[in-house]
């Protein structure tokens, strides 16, 4: 069974279109998180939720729009995609109290190109 | 200054060898730390937590310096599969108000 699992794991689309990355976690982790990683291998923090709650929102444009329908799921709806957007994503929990030893628990990322 | 600072190699060991990674950061208020391990095209994954006393897992040992803001990732006698990306990550809120801050990574390649 895997800890958290993101679909699609490969998103080719163009310029404009709107797309959706699903995430889910069966560790029963009350916080989830979206990572980006960029083509020079940066991984930065997006959005954090706490129990479907929004906790950290960085820099992100507004065009990023996280959803959390409960504590297990955590999607992001990205719209009128750019070239820029071209990146790996990937999810990740962790629970607290356990973050200090644990850290986070990643998916397998998702791949987004934008032609 | 970037939060978290790290060599990025590449790092090219012979089999068996002793390598070294070292990391700095800038947030004092940093509550916890991490080296992580990224292989090609995969996600990161928890290599260890770094404790103040120090810790070791095997032929790996992490190290804290809170005072000098310096992580560091000793590995033993190098196999072939340490071959990968070693990221120092930097948790500067702790627990559930977290957010886990990344390097950019030091990637090893450990040849036969």
């Known amino acids: 069974d895997t800890a958290v699992s993101q679909t699609p794991k490969y998103l080719v689309t163009q310029m404009g279109n709107d797309k959706s990355i699903k995430c889910e976690q069966n560790?029963?982790?009350?916080?989830m998180y979206w990572y980006k990683q960029d083509s020079k291998k940066f991984l930065k923090i997006m959005f954090s939720?706490?129990?479907?709650?929004?906790?950290i929102n960085e820099t992100v444009p507004n065009r990023f729009s996280p959803k959390s329908p409960d504590k297990a799921h955590l999607n992001l709806h990205i719209n009128s995609l750019e070239l820029g957007d071209s990146a790996v994503y990937f999810c990740?929990?962790?629970?607290?109290?356990?973050?200090?030893?644990?850290?986070?628990?990643f998916g397998s990322g998702t791949r987004l190109t934008v032609v | 200054r970037k939060e978290v600072e790290q060599d990025p190699g590449p790092f090219n060991v012979p089999e068996g060898a002793t390598v070294a990674f070292n990391c700095t950061y800038s947030?004092?208020?940093?509550?916890?730390f991490f080296w992580y391990r990224q292989d090609c095209r995969k996600e990161p994954k928890l290599l260890m937590s770094?404790?103040?006393s120090g810790n070791e897992d095997g032929r790996f040992t992490a190290q804290l310096n809170r005072a000098s803001q310096y992580i560091s990732l000793l590995i033993r006698d190098s196999k072939l599969s340490d071959s990968a990306t070693y990221l120092c990550?930097?948790?500067?809120?702790?627990?559930?108000?977290?957010?886990?801050?990344f390097g950019k990574g030091t990637k090893l390649s450990v040849k036969p």
């Open positions: 990740a929990s962790s629970q607290p109290g356990t973050t200090e030893v644990y850290g986070y628990t």
């Open positions: 560790l029963g982790h009350d916080t």
């Open positions: 939720y706490n129990n479907k709650e929004l906790i």
């Open positions: 947030n004092s208020a940093s509550q916890s």
């Open positions: 770094v404790y103040s």
């Open positions: 990550v930097v948790n500067i809120y702790g627990g559930s108000q977290g957010n886990l801050i």
